[in-house]
Antibody
Framework: QVQLQESGPGLAKPSETLSLTCTVS?????????WGWIRQPPGQGLEWIAS???????YDNPSLRSRATVSIDTSKNQFSLKLASVTAADTAVYYC?????????????WGQGILVTVSS | DIQMTQSPSTLSASVGDRVTITCRGS??????LAWYQQKPGKAPKLLIY???TLESGVPSRFSGSGSGTEFTLTISSLQPDDFASYYC??????????FGQGTKVENK
């Protein structure tokens, strides 16, 4: 059974960089598929942030104006998100998820989510 | 970006009702549409992909249909466990994937 778990600080200061890690168990991320980050501001809908393939190939949401960087560490079976220059608008629950195919993707397994608040 | 618009935003229904949620795209996405269910404080759960394919373990009362720009999620007989929010997501192209704004199914 594939399981994903987000980790990282629950608080970030404005203008700083938010850093999160997703640890995958039950599946080797180097076996394939894209791995993604999706966020949900409190009381709002879902927004895809970025996805990464085990080879390091990435896609990100242009709405974030290149503030998002995703990386992958196959030796630790983890992938990570860095979001630069955060503001209060970046306050959200951040989910990591597994893409269901090697192509434009929907997501079949999700982490439980981690709330990140941006505040001074 | 391809915009996805769901309707209604909120739907009041009773156990046993037939429920239909619509998702419209701002341009054609072929059949590359998924549906998720989300309960408060929980991660979304995949229900349907490629418009009408049920994810393993999802009850058969859920079904999806459509193509191009208009899609529907139908719950044939609403059960107590189905009160939740539902989101559509297009994956016609990598950048960017977009979700509908969500439909909350509440108890009438």
């Amino acid at each position: 059974q594939v399981q994903l778990q987000e980790s990282g600080p629950g608080l970030a200061k404005p203008s700083e960089t938010l850093s999160l890690t997703c640890t995958v168990s039950g599946y080797s991320i180097s076996s394939g598929y894209y791995w993604g980050w999706i966020r949900q501001p409190p009381g709002q809908g879902l927004e895809w942030i970025a996805s990464i393939y085990y080879t390091g190939n990435t896609y990100d949401n242009p709405s974030l104006r290149s503030r998002a960087t995703v990386s992958i560490d196959t030796s630790k079976n983890q992938f990570s998100l860095k979001l630069a220059s955060v503001t209060a608008a970046d306050t959200a629950v951040y989910y990591c998820a597994k893409g269901a195919r090697v192509a434009p993707n929907y997501f079949d397994y999700w982490g439980q989510g981690i709330l990140v608040t941006v505040s001074s | 970006d391809i915009q996805m618009t769901q309707s209604p935003s909120t739907l009041s229904a009773s156990v046993g009702d037939r429920v239909t949620i619509t998702c419209r795209g701002s341009q054609s996405i072929s059949s590359f549409l998924a549906w998720y269910q989300q309960k408060p404080g929980k991660a979304p759960k995949l229900l349907i992909y490629k418009t009408s394919t049920l994810e393993s373990g999802v009850p058969s009362r859920f079904s999806g249909s459509g193509s191009g720009t208009e899609f529907t999620l139908t719950i044939s007989s609403l059960q107590p466990d189905d009160f939740a929010s539902y989101y559509c997501q297009q994956y016609n192209s990598h950048s960017p994937y977009t979700f509908g704004q969500g439909t909350k199914v509440e108890n009438k």
